[in-house]
């Protein structure tokens, strides 16, 4: 039963614009959502966040969205830029526990 | 600061051995998860140690264990190793608040092969 789903296995997008991340996750215990990028060859690093009281988060150039009555979370980047290809993990957690239920992970693919 | 460290980097098992892979966390932390990577699956959560004690566990079956030592250093085995266990190990390590708004900090993982 996979709780948190990324539909979208990649994403290819042009230097410059934005990129669109998805998440949807099924369980309404999850409070807590995260964003991680992964490199090859290097374990995950830690982006940003979002709690459930908030419906927005910015960092820079990127941006986490969360629609609690849809179950659904995005990640915004803009601009894209060459570096920012990676592997990107949605996460959720409850704030009881540590323990994080990750999605499948999207590959973006930035295009000079 | 030091990060996470994971030894080996690399391993090559055939069937039914047992492997044992190890953790070293960031000074100061005093928890460890350990994630099974596989494609298309994401990031499997195992198991989290906390001052040398489970505090959390995934759906794994037993032949999936873990220890954490003094240090925090952690170690997970993998005993009668099957060839669907092939996947990327990753630990990862943070303070031990129990809430997921404290960081985890993850390690270079370790690829497993199973022939």
């Known amino acids: 039963d996979q709780q948190v789903k990324q539909n979208s296995p990649s994403l290819s997008v042009q230097e410059g614009r934005i990129s669109i991340l998805n998440c949807d996750y099924t369980n309404s215990m999850f409070d807590y959502f995260l964003w991680y990028k992964k490199y090859p060859a290097e374990g995950p690093t830690f982006l940003i966040s979002i709690s459930s009281i908030k419906d927005k988060n910015e960092d820079g150039r990127f941006t986490v969205f969360l629609n609690k009555s849809a179950k659904h979370l995005s990640l915004h980047i803009v601009p894209s830029q060459p570096g920012d290809s990676a592997v990107y993990f949605c996460?959720?957690?409850?704030?009881?526990?540590?323990?994080?239920?990750f999605g499948e992970g999207t590959q973006l693919t930035v295009n000079p | 600061k030091a990060g996470v460290t994971q030894t080996p980097r690399y391993l090559i098992k055939t069937r039914g051995q047992q492997v044992t892979l190890s953790c070293s966390p960031i000074?100061?932390?005093?928890?460890v998860s350990w994630y099974q990577q596989t494609p298309g699956q994401g990031l499997q959560f195992l198991f989290e140690y906390f001052s040398e004690t489970q505090r959390n566990k995934g759906n794994f079956p037993g032949r999936f264990s873990g220890r954490q030592f003094s240090n925090s250093r952690s170690e997970m085995n993998v005993s009668t190793l099957e060839l669907g266990d092939s996947a990327l190990y990753l630990c990862a390590s943070s303070l031990g608040q129990n809430k997921p708004s404290d960081t985890q900090y993850f390690g270079p993982g370790t690829r497993l092969t199973v022939l």
């Open positions: 000074s100061g932390h005093r928890s």
């Open positions: 996460a959720a957690g409850e704030t009881s526990g540590s323990r994080l239920t």
